[in-house]
C-alpha cells in the first residue's frame, strides 16, 4: 500500500439516538486507519461529556468568529444550538493517510457532500420509530421537549437518507459497524485511487 495515500473522508448522519456515537465507537475498535474529528458547539455539555473529546464546547461568539474565519468545514444549526468541524484537524489527517470520520446531521452533511465530492456518505437508520424514541428516552439525556424535537428533527433527517452513498441499519450495533467497515474496505479499493499503483507496476 502507497503510504502517501490520501485518507477519506467518512461522513456519518442520522437522527439523533439512530446510534451514530455507539456505532462510530465499534467501528474505530475494528481499523486502525481511521480518526474522529471532535465538532465545536454551543450546546452546553451533557452529564459525562468531556471537553476536546465528545466537543470542544465554545460560546455563541467564538463559534461565529471561528466560522467567519474560515477555521470550519462546514457548520450548522441543529434544534437551537450550532455545530461544526474544525477545517485544520481533518485536512492534516487527511494529508498523513489518516481516514476522517464526521459524526454531523443533514445540511452540514450537504455541505461536505458538495465541497468535496469525493467524501464517503453514510446514514444510520434506526430499525423504526418507535426504537429510536426508546433509545433517546433511554440515553436519558434529554428534556421531554428536546426529545420531542428531536423526534420531529429525526423525521425531517430519514427523509434526506437518499442523498447519502450508503444507508446502515443499527439494529445490531455490532453488524452496523461490520458494514461499516466492508464500506470504508470497499472505498479504499477505489481505481480512481489506485491508479498510481497501476503506473508503478508498468514502469517496474
Ligand atoms: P446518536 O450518537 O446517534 O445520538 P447514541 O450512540 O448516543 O446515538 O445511541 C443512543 C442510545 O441508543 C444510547 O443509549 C445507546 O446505548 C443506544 N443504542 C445505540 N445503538 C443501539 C442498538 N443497536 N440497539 C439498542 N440500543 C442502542
Ligand atoms: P448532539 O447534540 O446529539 O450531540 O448532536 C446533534 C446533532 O448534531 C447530531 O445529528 C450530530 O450528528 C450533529 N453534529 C455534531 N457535530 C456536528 C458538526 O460539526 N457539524 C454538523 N453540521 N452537525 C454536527
Known sequence: MNNMEKGK???????????????????????DDLCFSVSVTTRPPRPGEVEGKDYFFVTTQHFQELASGGYLLEHA?????SYGTPRGYVEQRRLEGKSVILDIEVQGAGQI????????SVFILPPSGEELERRL???????????????????????????????????????????????MTAEKCRAADRLNL???????
Open 77 to 81: 444549526e441543529y434544534v437551537g444550538n
Open 9 to 31: 473522508l467518512l461522513v456519518i448522519s442520522g437522527p439523533s439516538g439512530a446510534g451514530k456515537s455507539t456505532v462510530i465507537s465499534r467501528l474505530m475498535a475494528l481499523r
Open 198 to 204: 497501476v503506473t508503478e507496476v508498468l514502469i517496474s
Open 113 to 120: 457532500q458538495r465541497n468535496c465530492p469525493d467524501a464517503v
Open 137 to 183: 428516552r433511554h440515553r436519558n439525556t434529554d428534556s421531554d421537549e428536546k426529545i420531542r424535537e428531536r423526534l420531529l428533527q429525526a423525521k425531517r433527517e430519514c427523509a434526506e437518507a437518499g442523498r447519502y452513498g450508503y444507508i446502515v441499519v443499527n439494529d445490531d450495533p455490532d453488524e452496523a459497524a461490520r458494514e461499516l467497515d466492508a464500506i
